[in-house]
């Protein structure tokens, strides 16, 4: 089994920045891309920040110049600074990783079960 917990949530003001982190352990061999999605109430579930082994990101352009992800290997970790933020952050946000275990073949897909950050005055 393979469990994803994310930490760093919280309330924070417009202009102001948070720094998630979300820490993988359980049977794990080795893990390909990690990414952050959000869910805002009525909205669907995104895609914020991805990056792979090697360090390639790709981001949503709604947080392009604001957000960085980054990932520590040896520690299965993986973060997203946040600066900027805007009420429209506003969101339960998801640690997301294709892992392969010891036990079978080809990846799996986990989730953390989400931080909420909220973004008011």
């Known amino acids: 089994q393979v469990f994803l917990v994310e930490s760093g949530g919280g309330l924070v003001q417009p202009g102001g920045s948070l720094r998630l982190s979300c820490a993988a352990s359980?049977?794990?061999?080795?893990?390909?891309?990690m990414g952050w999605y959000r869910q805002a109430p009525g909205k669907q579930r995104e895609l914020v920040a991805a990056i792979t082994r090697g360090g390639t990101t790709n981001y949503a352009e709604s947080v392009k110049g604001r957000f960085t992800i980054s990932r520590d290997n040896a520690k299965n970790t993986v973060y997203l600074q946040m600066n900027s933020l805007k009420p429209e952050d506003t969101a339960v946000y998801y640690c997301n990783a294709d892992v392969l275990t010891w036990a079978v073949p080809g990846n799996r897909n986990y989730w953390g079960q989400g931080t909420q950050v909220t973004v008011s005055s």
């Open positions: 359980g049977s794990i061999f080795s893990i390909n891309d």
